[in-house]
């Protein structure tokens, strides 16, 4: 168990709605990162926050936003959602005030858009 | 930017024997931080193993060992006795040493044959 929670596991939803994607980070990590995994894909690299300021930015759709909450929890924002926005969302989260930390990644949630 | 190469899309192995995974990465630090994930067919992400860059001596985990050459800019996993439960999908990570973000390689699918 990584300790980092990220719900939902699974969200089913139509072309052009909105989802909330939610992360719980590991006690006492103030850093939290977002990638996308679509199938038999690597990682692309979304968004990162620290300690509730943006501090890094990959290759997020303007589609696409996200937050990281004074809890630290954080929330990833998908609108106007397309076909090719299916993937698995990971969130992770890292302790950076040591700089050998990983990351330690939640379950992920499985998106699919039909 | 930093990039991570793994040249080897996927590999085999028969079980019990030996199988090595390689990374390079292009930098210009000279400090910073090298992971090795696993991702089985669940699709969890595992830290299998990590390496600070100042240490020479090679990281081990159990099974799994690194050949780390700064020189080279290499970063190869060695599973030793392989077993049917290490068959997932490795990607090798590197991290800057001003806690930048991570940056993945596109992965290595190993497959371990009975």
């Known amino acids: 168990d990584s300790g980092v929670t990220q719900t939902p596991k699974h969200l089913i939803t139509a072309t052009g709605q909105r989802v909330t994607l939610r992360c719980s980070p590991r006690?006492?990590?103030?850093?939290v990162y977002w990638y996308q995994q679509s199938l038999d894909q690597g990682l692309q690299f979304l968004i990162q926050?620290?300690?509730?300021?943006?501090?890094a930015k990959g290759n997020i759709l303007e589609r696409f936003s996200a937050q990281q909450f004074p809890d630290l929890h954080s929330e990833l924002n998908l609108s106007s959602l397309e076909l090719g926005d299916s993937a698995l969302y990971f969130c992770?989260?890292?302790?950076?005030?040591?700089?050998?930390?990983?990351?330690?990644f939640g379950n992920g949630t499985r998106l699919t858009v039909t | 930017a930093q990039t991570v190469t793994q040249s080897q899309p996927e590999m085999s192995v028969q079980e019990a024997e030996t199988v090595t995974l390689s990374c390079t990465y292009d930098?210009?630090?000279?400090?910073?931080?090298l992971f090795w994930y696993k991702q089985p067919p669940s699709r969890q992400m595992i830290l299998v193993i990590r390496?600070?860059?100042?240490?020479?001596q090679n990281a081990t985990e159990n099974r799994f060992s690194v050949n780390f050459q700064k020189a080279a800019k290499s970063f190869s996993l060695k599973i030793s006795d392989s077993q049917l439960g290490d068959a997932a999908m490795y990607f090798c990570?590197?991290?800057?040493?001003?806690?930048?973000?991570?940056?993945f390689g596109s992965g290595t699918k190993l497959n371990v044959k009975p």
């Open positions: 930098t210009s630090e000279s400090d910073y931080y």
């Open positions: 006690s006492g990590d103030l850093s």
């Open positions: 990570a590197y991290r800057g040493y001003n806690f930048n973000k991570f940056y």
């Open positions: 992770a989260s890292s302790d950076d005030r040591v700089g050998n930390s990983p990351l330690h």
């Open positions: 926050y620290y300690n509730g300021e943006e501090r």
């Open positions: 390496q600070e860059a100042y240490k020479q």
